[in-house]
């Protein structure tokens, strides 16, 4: 015998399935977004990594060494810092750059050896005109 007693829960009205449910609807299955031609699912084209004026970019490095992939230097290395930084320019390295050396302070300041928070500001930082003053706060900032 059925329970006859009400039950306690909100009634909630069905809810229609997501129009991005991969189902199978009255013309057949449904197909994946078109991706262009010749790209798959998840692929970055190559052309984001790459500078739009000239062959790939490969000075780059990580922790927590910071030397250069392509040419073994302390990073940023020579190559790297002889490119323009115009006023435009250093508007959009400043971001990124006080991110990487922050982690750089964090990798190199604890080796036998290695720069004070200081010198790895002013390298990393090579564009802007600091002070020892200027470095100095923008290394205490960034520990």
């Known amino acids: 015998m059925p329970d006859d007693t009400p039950c306690h ?14 189902t199978a609807g009255p013309t057949g299955p449904r197909h994946p977004p078109y991706r262009g031609p010749g790209r798959g699912g ?3 084209p190559a052309s984001r990594w790459r500078s739009r004026s000239g062959p790939p970019v490969a000075h780059t490095a990580d922790g927590p060494l910071w030397t250069c ?6 990073w940023p290395c020579p190559a790297l810092r002889a490119t323009p ?16 050396t922050r982690r750089a302070i964090r990798d190199l ?25 200027e470095a100095r706060a923008v290394a205490l900032r960034l520990r």
Do not use: K
């Open 9 to 22: 829960r909100p009634h909630r009205p069905s809810q229609p399935a997501s129009p991005r449910v991969n």
């Open 42 to 44: 998840n692929v970055v």
């Open 69 to 74: 992939d392509a040419c073994g230097q302390d």
């Open 85 to 100: 930084t115009d006023a435009a320019r250093r508007a959009t390295l400043i971001p990124e750059f006080s991110r990487i």
């Open 109 to 133: 300041r604890g080796q036998p050896g290695g720069p004070d928070p200081i010198a790895i500001v002013r390298r990393f930082l090579w564009f802007l005109p600091l002070t020892d003053e």
